[in-house]
């Protein structure tokens, strides 16, 4: 064989061996003799494989032309529009396709167009496209130059164009994502360059392969403060966005955001207390030992803030979270378990690290260790710690409380601990370095004082008949 059909034979290229051979005809003329052809060959090789990605989460915008394999997932509806200084009107068809990575839309023009809006196309038909990408108003777009089907080409994806939250990617559009609201925030207003006002709110959901923020503009930002935390939800035609490096799903007038009766499993898996270290973003979860009164305080600009304090435990040790603006209003008291998402890990009060729940962070309160119906895997991966392997931590098998390795004084008998206050008013709440006791009382206590309580134990508290 020659130079030029050894190089065309290693070549990975949708392109037939005369295309092949043009081209490096054509770049030994445009060289003026200084390459041959063997040389030519190389560089067209070159050229055309930059342009092959192995998979759509790999196409970005900036991209001169792409090409690649997807399934066709939809067919939208032919659209008509006028050309500046022609006759004849445009035509345009946006077909949705993806394959195991990810969905891109791809726009189809006048013949493509009609053909498509004739029949050609069915959904579940796989394409070798080439085109050039770009960021849409929807996010990533391809403008197809020519596409073909392959009858042989297999690709694993879904007609009913849903897809788990682990599987999503920067600028896909059209996204249909099913999971269970973990968090939701009020409504945000905001001026926009022309000078109307637009507003926005976020939620966090869940589903079983992983999370992520939800980002609802305008009509849609309502949603967040009618859904409440627990609720199973589809979002469809969503669109994937980046922020301070994190994936987000928005939704706009296209999207909504609809209760479904599907039950969903969200099953979290926690960092343990013990290995966090400063300025990380953790995910921590827990039973809540302590948890104090809510604070007010005047930020610089005159606005009001608020925070509260609470200490979470798990089986390998403990700290305090600081829950800040709406997450201070969340009804959390001592044995709640708690899921607690992209905290920040701070230096805290007397040299310890505490964590810090604000504007970015989800905070969950759990029952049976999950959400959503199901139960928390039986283990979790290594370096994480799933959220079943501190439930026990409240008390023994037969429901008894424990302090120091021993069952508690039945009901009714006298019992006396000696602890720190780490919550004033009814009950107060005291932490004795092994577990929380709640008393009944009517003395009056600080935070952080040192107290000996004697009492007779009533179910969960401690009657105080004596308080020093």
Do not use: C
């Not at 709110?201 to 009618?226: F, K, M, P, Y």
């Not at 709406?326 to 805290?348: H, N, R, S, T, Y």
């Not at 392997?389 to 069952?407: E, L, M, V, Y």
């Amino acid at each position: 064989m020659g130079a030029i059909e050894d190089v065309y034979a290693d070549l990975e290229a949708d392109v037939s061996e005369e295309e092949f051979r043009e081209a490096v005809e054509q770049k030994v003329e445009q060289m003026g003799g200084l390459a041959d052809e063997e040389t030519a060959a190389m560089l067209i090789a070159h050229e055309l494989s930059e342009n092959e990605v192995n998979a759509i989460a790999d196409i970005e915008p900036g991209m001169d032309e792409v090409k690649f394999l997807a399934k066709v997932t939809s067919i939208g509806e032919l659209r008509t529009f006028e050309r500046d200084g022609e006759d004849e009107d445009g035509r345009v068809i946006n077909v949705e396709a993806a394959d195991e990575t990810g969905q891109v839309r791809l726009s189809f023009w006048d013949e493509q167009a009609r053909s498509i809006d004739d029949g050609e196309l069915q959904a579940g038909d796989v394409l070798r496209v080439k085109g050039r990408p770009k960021d849409g108003y929807s996010g990533l777009e391809v403008s197809v130059d020519k596409a073909e089907p392959d009858e042989d080409a297999e690709i694993e994806v879904d007609l009913d164009g849903r897809t788990e939250v682990d599987s999503l990617s920067m600028g896909q559009s059209d996204v249909t994502v099913r999971g269970i609201v973990l968090d939701t925030e009020s409504v945000r207003t905001f001026d926009r360059d022309d000078g109307s006002e637009g507003r926005v709110a976020n939620l966090t959901l869940g589903d079983e392969s992983g999370r992520i923020r939800v980002t609802l503009w305008d009509d849609r930002a309502d949603r967040a403060e009618q859904l409440e935390a627990g609720t199973p939800v589809e979002v469809v035609d969503g669109y994937v966005r980046e922020r301070d490096g994190d994936l987000e799903l928005h939704v706009g007038d296209r999207g909504a955001v609809e209760a479904i009766d599907d039950e969903i499993d969200f099953s979290p898996e926690t960092d343990p207390i013990d290995g966090v270290e400063l300025d990380q973003t953790v995910d921590i979860g827990g039973v809540v030992r302590s948890a104090d009164p809510k604070r007010t305080f005047d930020r610089d600009d005159g606005s009001e803030g608020q925070v509260r304090n609470v200490r979470i435990q798990d089986d390998t040790g403990d700290i305090r979270v600081a829950l800040w603006g709406e997450k201070a209003d969340i009804d959390l008291g001592p044995g709640d378990e708690v899921f607690v998402a992209d905290a920040e890990i701070q230096d805290g009060w007397q040299d310890d690290l505490e964590a810090s729940a604000g504007w970015g962070s989800a905070v969950v309160v759990l029952e049976n260790g999950s959400t959503g119906g199901s139960d928390a895997p039986e283990s979790a991966d290594e370096g994480s710690t799933g959220l079943d392997a501190f439930a026990d931590d409240r008390g023994n098998s037969d429901g008894t409380s424990r302090t120091n390795g021993t069952d508690e004084p039945a009901d009714g008998e006298t019992i006396e601990v000696t602890g720190t206050v780490v919550q004033t008013g009814d009950p107060v709440i005291v932490d004795d370095g092994e577990e929380t006791v709640s008393v009944e009382t009517d003395e009056h206590v600080q935070l952080g004082q040192q107290v000996t309580v004697r009492g007779q134990r009533r179910a969960d508290r401690v009657d105080a008949e004596e308080l020093f």
